[in-house]
């Protein structure tokens, strides 16, 4: 692995299914994030993790929950997905969470709810 | 609240100079950083700024002017390759990274 993967590529649901995304770096990051991207507006972030073992809610949580028990790994569920929730979802990760660290960003995940 | 403001869209032609403006509104300030997207891509990293001036790297500068609240990308020698979106992002005193929307930018040959 080479900096930051995300899983699936992209993915279509039926509302009301439960989803997984996968975000995985390894570049011993502290500090991950997961935004969504719509069209027309910023990066909006869902959630964000400082350290492992630690998670905060970004500017737009609802309907999504995070983890991170480990330094590489950082998953986004939705626990019943909604038509709302269609976006591309990126996951950063940067150094710490102070001023100069730029983040990284993986691929992203086009998720389309039906 | 928190706003970000840049154009949400530019053309230019190649070989040719542009400047993307960026202004914002924020609690607080702990930097700025430019990013680059191309379409159906992740973005990448261009620049920060936190002191006020000029920071140049190549063909792309950027300014900060802290008073102003604002924020430019300079972009010289245009290439095709650079027809992008250019994300202006502000740190705020929660560390927390607000984004603008993005200036597309079209490069004509």
């Known amino acids: 692995i080479a900096g930051i993967t995300q899983a699936p590529t992209s993915q279509i649901l039926a509302a009301g299914r439960r989803m997984t995304l996968r975000c995985t770096q390894d570049?011993?990051?502290?500090?991950m994030y997961w935004y969504r991207q719509d069209l027309g507006l910023g990066l909006r972030l869902i959630h964000y993790?400082?350290?492992?073992?630690?998670?905060g809610k970004g500017e737009v949580p609802d309907g999504y929950s995070v983890s991170r028990a480990n330094t590489d790994d950082f998953p986004l569920t939705l626990a019943s997905a909604v038509p709302s929730q269609t976006s591309v979802y990126f996951c950063?990760?940067?150094?710490?969470?102070?001023?100069?660290?730029?983040?990284?960003f993986g691929p992203g995940t086009r998720l389309t709810v039906l | 609240g928190q706003n970000i403001d840049q154009p949400t869209e530019m053309t230019a032609t190649e070989g040719a100079i542009v400047q993307i403006n960026c202004t914002y509104q924020?609690?607080?300030?702990?930097?700025l950083f430019w990013y680059q997207q191309h379409a159906g891509e992740a973005p990448t990293f261009l620049s920060y700024?936190?002191l006020d001036g000029l920071e140049e790297k190549g063909r792309f500068s950027s300014f900060l002017s802290r008073s102003k609240g604002y924020s430019y990308l300079l972009l010289k020698e245009l290439q095709m390759k650079d027809s992008a979106s250019y994300l202006c992002?502000?740190?705020?005193?929660?560390?927390?990274?607000?984004w603008g929307a993005g200036t597309k930018l079209i490069i004509k040959p």
């Open positions: 993790s400082n350290t492992a073992g630690t998670t």
């Open positions: 570049m011993r990051h502290n500090a």
């Open positions: 924020t609690s607080g300030f702990n930097g």
């Open positions: 992002a502000v740190i705020d005193s929660n560390y927390q990274l607000i």
């Open positions: 950063a990760s940067s150094a710490g969470r102070t001023s100069s660290n730029e983040q990284f």
């Open positions: 700024n936190v």
